[in-house]
C-alpha cells in the first residue's frame, strides 16, 4: 500500500529508483524507510510532503 502512495518503482534492471506522483497520507509529513537494497546497494528513503496552500484571488 506504501508503495502505491509513493509511486515507488525499483526497476532492478536499471538499477534506479523511481518516485511517480508521491503522495503521502494526510496523517503523515515524513516518512523514513531504512535498510532498502537494490542489487547490491543499501539506501535509506526520505519523503517529506510539503503542504500546498491556497491563495484567494479578491
Known sequence: ML??????QLPAAANEIK???PVLPSFLDDLIIRGLTLGTSQF????????????STS
Open 3 to 8: 508503495a502505491a502512495c509513493l509511486g515507488l
Open 19 to 21: 518516485l511517480v506522483d
Open 44 to 55: 535509506d528513503l526520505r519523503v517529506h510532503a510539503i503542504k500546498a496552500t491556497s491563495r
